[in-house]
């Protein structure tokens, strides 16, 4: 068990990252799935919807979990907002073009592409949050880690 322990703990945002992705996945995925076919919306508004859901999800589980984010401070959590809804925002254009192109461009099934479009931005969305939205909180632990 402590093995397993130290396994996890060794790599705890990589696994963690990839089980809230994969949840963030579900909820893109399910609720797009209810836009489009319940409801019959088209792919643009179902995509757009289905978005927004998963990038409130994301951003909550990523601060909470993943990230361990320890800002605070009015203005930190607004910069923190701000910079993981643009990247979002980014990948998510990236995202709907991936779509449309699977959909109007090779005339192929929405909801395929639609999980195609996902892994893009979950791997995307990684690297911009590691690498740039929550680098801070990142070397804030690191460096109680080491103290």
């Given at each position: 068990?402590?093995?397993i322990l130290a396994i996890f703990n060794?790599?705890?945002e990589s696994i963690l990252y990839l089980f809230f992705?994969?949840?963030?996945?579900?909820?893109?995925?399910?609720?797009?799935?209810?836009f489009s076919?319940?409801?019959?919306?088209?792919?643009?508004?179902?995509?757009?919807?289905?978005?927004?859901?998963?990038?409130?999800?994301?951003?909550l589980t990523n601060r909470?979990?993943?990230?361990?984010?320890?800002?605070?401070?009015f203005q930190g959590l607004v910069r923190e907002v701000w910079q993981f809804y643009l990247a979002r925002i980014v990948t998510g254009v990236i995202g709907w073009l991936i779509l449309m192109f699977g959909?109007?461009?090779?005339?192929?099934?929405d909801l395929i592409w639609n999980g195609i479009?996902?892994?893009?931005v979950i791997i995307?969305?990684?690297v911009l949050s590691k690498l740039y939205i929550f680098k801070e909180v990142e070397e804030a632990i690191e460096d109680k880690i080491n103290e």
């Open positions: 068990m402590n093995k060794r790599y705890r992705g994969g949840a963030t996945f579900v909820v893109s995925v399910v609720t797009y799935a209810l076919v319940a409801l019959q919306w088209g792919p643009t508004l179902s995509y757009v919807a289905s978005w927004f859901l998963a990038v409130l999800f994301a951003y909470i979990w993943v990230f361990r984010s320890q800002v605070t401070d959909v109007h461009t090779l005339h192929q099934n479009q996902n892994i893009f995307s969305n990684y």
